[in-house]
């Protein structure tokens, strides 16, 4: 049983065919949130990502300045965290909305101690802003997180079913691995997270499971410890 967990999930989860934010994704994914909470009485961050909204690399695409980019990508994540935190809040929880960028309306500003407080104190921490600086990710803000908090692992919601040998919507041949160690997929440079990510999960010695999206239905079981529903990346 893992008993803190950081949770990452990705701005194309809050998405609908219609939407580029949908609430009512939204309150699926704080349902399947609660029902694990419930279930396993865990600590729970939740960092999350702004793909739905925009990229920061997609608008690079387009001309506009890398840095300048980023913090657009930064931004949306505020977006979708306030989206979830109102999923969370139907059900009565203590939820924090936590932001490395400064939007005090909306968001506290990111403090150490004030994260840590909220976990001692069983509130959900939900992360926005990323590391708040551009070139870096939301996977490497959610590696952040779980060295600086102690997590006990690091659950990614993907869009397959694990880390893969070959791109497994291209190739139907594709094999899942069951078990990687970070240097192995660095070596690879296996693409289901940036090398930098996956250097900071190496160089803190954390626990990441890599699984489909789908399988938040099961996430009660996958903090109980089944990692079969996904690849088990350790050092």
Excluded: W
Excluded at 14 to 30: I, N
Aim: aromatic content about 6%.
């Amino acid at each position: 049983m893992y008993q803190r967990v950081i949770l990452k999930l990705s701005g194309e989860l809050f998405a609908s065919p219609e939407e580029p934010v949908s609430l009512t994704r939204a309150m699926m994914l704080g349902t399947y949130i609660h029902n694990a909470i419930q279930a396993t009485k865990c600590q729970m961050g939740i960092v999350v990502g702004g793909g739905n909204i925009i990229r920061g690399r997609n608008a690079q695409n387009s001309g506009v300045d890398r840095a300048i980019a980023d913090y657009m990508g930064m931004t949306a994540t505020a977006i979708n965290g306030l989206a979830l935190r109102e999923a969370l809040s139907r059900y009565d929880y203590d939820v924090r909305l936590t932001n490395a960028l400064t939007m005090p309306h909306i968001s506290e500003q990111f403090s150490h101690m004030k994260v840590a407080h909220h976990f001692e104190a069983g509130r959900i921490v939900i992360f926005a802003g990323g590391l708040g600086r551009p070139f870096h990710s939301t996977d490497s803000a959610a590696a952040q997180a779980a060295a600086e908090f102690r997590a006990d692992i690091i659950l990614k919601a993907s869009t397959v079913n694990g880390v893969y040998n070959r791109d497994p919507k291209k190739d139907a041949s594709a094999v899942r691995y069951a078990h990687l160690t970070y240097q192995e997929a660095i070596i690879a440079n296996l693409g289901v997270m940036d090398q930098e990510a996956f250097a900071a999960c190496r160089n803190n010695d954390l626990t990441l499971l890599v699984f489909h999206a789908d399988d938040l239905l099961r996430l009660s079981d996958i903090i109980a410890g089944d990692v079969s529903l996904g690849t088990l990346i350790t050092n």
